[in-house]
């Protein structure tokens, strides 16, 4: 008499070799992906760093200098036309604006959020009320930003 049995399913062996191969995609891609998204966020300090100097520019040509009152306070209390970005939900980074009469700088520090460094640091210089002379960069995940 030959029966026929019938067997369904994976053996432990094909099981594990899959999980090895996820495994190894999964150590390959997951670098790539943190660095994309350190990338995105490092364009959300840019695009508020851009907002931010537009707002110094105006106020500047209404008062007359970068070191105007107000023109360097992201509290609201000041002259600029733009809110702190640092209150906005999900914000990644704190901001700070040093300026004198004739230059200013920005600088965007990461916070602690999902796992920031504060020594990670988006920077723009402006030197002159022309508009010209403007230099940017960064450190830790942000540099040649």
Same mark, same amino acid.
């Given at each position: ?71 360097? *306070?992201? #509290?609201?209390?000041?002259? &600029?036309?733009?809110? $702190?970005? @640092?209150?906005?939900?999900? /914000?990644?980074? !704190?901001? %700070? ?19 920031? *460094?504060? #020594?990670?640091?988006?920077? &723009?210089?402006?030197? $002159?009320? @022309?508009?010209?002379?403007? /230099?940017?960069? !960064?450190? %830790? ?5």
């Amino acid at each position: 008499m030959n029966t026929r049995i019938n067997r369904k399913g994976f053996t432990l062996l094909e099981v594990i070799i899959v999980v090895i191969i996820v495994g190894v995609l999964m150590s390959l891609a997951l670098p790539r992906f943190f660095s994309v998204v350190e990338q995105s966020r490092g364009a959300e300090a840019l695009q508020n760093i851009s907002a931010i100097r537009g707002s110094i520019m105006r106020c500047s040509l209404k008062l007359g200098n970068y070191a105007s009152p107000g023109c360097n *306070d992201l #509290s609201g209390n000041g002259n &600029l036309d733009t809110a $702190d970005p @640092t209150t906005a939900p999900n /914000s990644h980074f !704190g901001y %700070g604006i040093a300026s004198t009469g004739s230059t200013f700088s920005i600088t965007a520090t990461r916070n602690s959020r999902a796992g920031g *460094d504060a #020594s990670s640091i988006i920077w &723009l210089f402006q030197n $002159d009320l @022309t508009g010209g002379g403007v /230099s940017k960069g !960064g450190n %830790g995940p942000f540099k040649g930003m």
